[in-house]
């Protein structure tokens, strides 16, 4: 007899449980009003690209500067926008190794082509480069 009362305990738990997880159905007649309940998707999951621009817009702003310096060929201004890299990495370096060690160390690999590309006014090197570190940063998990 225990048994069978916890089976109909189970059983009636189990369908309001089943119950609850379904949305309720409209009654309301085909007329041009809205129905109250909206059935919308969910929103896309944010990409990793927009959340490391939102995460990382300090990063991105400096490869976009040092990018526009290479482009008008002018190295000098390059290495200095470069430069600033480092003060920023600085100071995110640790929460990305933490997320991604991969990550991590695809753009320190991408800051030492940089900086070798920079000094040897190498435009077209550089300009792969700060590529390769944009896309690498736009991939953070």
């Not at 305990?9 to 309720?24: D, H, R, Y």
């Not at 919308?40 to 990018?67: F, I, M």
Request: glycine share 4%; with cysteine.
């Amino acid at each position: 007899m225990r048994f069978n009362l916890t089976m109909l305990l189970c059983t009636i738990g189990l369908v309001s449980l089943v119950g609850c997880g379904q949305a309720p159905t409209s009654t309301a007649s085909n007329t041009s009003e809205p129905s109250p309940i909206s059935t919308t998707a969910a929103s896309p999951a944010t990409s990793p690209s927009t959340a490391a621009q939102d995460q990382y817009p300090e990063l991105l702003d400096v490869v976009t500067k040092t990018q526009a310096a290479v482009e008008a060929n002018d190295f000098a201004k390059a290495q200095d926008e470069f430069d600033q890299f480092e003060g920023v990495w600085s100071q995110v370096e640790d929460g990305i190794k933490e997320k991604s060690s991969e990550s991590y160390d695809a753009i320190e690999g991408d800051m030492d082509q940089i900086t070798s590309a920079l000094r040897s006014s190498k435009a077209d090197q550089a300009t792969s480069s700060l590529q390769a570190l944009s896309d690498h940063i736009k991939s953070i998990p």
